[in-house]
């Protein structure tokens, strides 16, 4: 079965540095999401996209977030400047359409482990 | 806003006990409603869906009714092993596409 794949799976950074999570979403999906979950918290929504611009975000999702799709195949999280705060679990999502509209749910990666130095 | 209230884990069953973890939401329209299973060490697997009133997902022997009327989607199985031990999620579907979840409870199933 395809699966959402993410890289690198722990991620060990200095505060204020810059950070790039990566993700290969299922091949024909066209929708992706990214969520985070401090640790033993609720997962929480960060940022949507599609066709090459982002649907929604949340408020965590500030100017220091951005999200890309490079290429046909990547889609990346970058955090420029991070804080002792974003340690937390990344977790990339994919649909193949949009959830609400289809039976069709997201499909998720096993995640980024970022610590925060 | 729409938002997800799970029942306080941990929740500590024995070997074949029956298990409820209560899921209730609070949401415009008609959401979609998902329940995810995390495994120790590894990501969000989903672990059934409903997609309107009345539905009932069903997997692996885990089963949760969509109840319009009591705003719930209780996750039920007759039966845990061991093997069950994870953190469940309650989840909906809002209208932009995104995820809701509800903080996640803990099950720990002893031989």
């Known amino acids: 079965e395809p699966e959402v794949t993410q890289t690198p799976s722990h991620q060990v950074t200095q505060m204020g540095q810059e950070v790039i999570l990566r993700c290969v979403p299922i091949?024909?999906?066209?929708?992706f999401y990214w969520y985070r979950q401090i640790l033993g918290q609720k997962v929480e929504f960060l940022v949507s996209?599609?066709?090459?611009?982002?649907?929604?975000k949340s408020e965590i999702f500030d100017d220091q977030f951005s999200v890309e799709r490079p290429d046909g195949s990547n889609f990346t999280l970058k955090i420029r400047s991070t804080k002792l705060e974003d340690s937390a679990m990344y977790f990339c999502?994919?649909?193949?359409?949009?959830?609400?509209?289809?039976?069709?749910?997201?499909?998720f990666g096993d995640g980024t482990r970022l610590s925060i130095l | 806003g729409n938002s997800v209230t799970q029942m306080e884990g941990p929740v500590t069953l024995s070997e074949e006990a029956f298990l409820t973890i209560n899921c209730t939401y609070t949401?415009?329209?008609?959401?979609?409603l998902f329940w995810y299973v995390q495994y120790p060490g590894e990501g969000l697997q989903l672990l059934l869906k409903?997609?309107?009133?009345?539905d009932k997902g069903s997997n692996k022997g885990f089963e949760a009714t969509y109840r319009k009327e009591t705003t719930s989607f209780h996750l039920e199985k007759g039966s845990v092993q061991v093997s069950d031990s994870a953190v469940y999620f309650c989840?909906?579907?809002?209208?932009?596409?995104?995820?809701?979840f509800g903080q996640g409870t803990t099950l720990q199933v002893k031989p």
């Open positions: 999502a994919s649909s193949e359409v949009n959830g609400l509209y289809s039976n069709q749910p997201q499909h």
């Open positions: 091949s024909n999906h066209l929708y």
């Open positions: 996209f599609y066709n090459n611009e982002i649907s929604e």
């Open positions: 949401a415009t329209g008609y959401p979609s």
């Open positions: 409903a997609t309107k009133a009345d």
């Open positions: 989840a909906l579907g809002s209208n932009t596409g995104k995820l809701i």
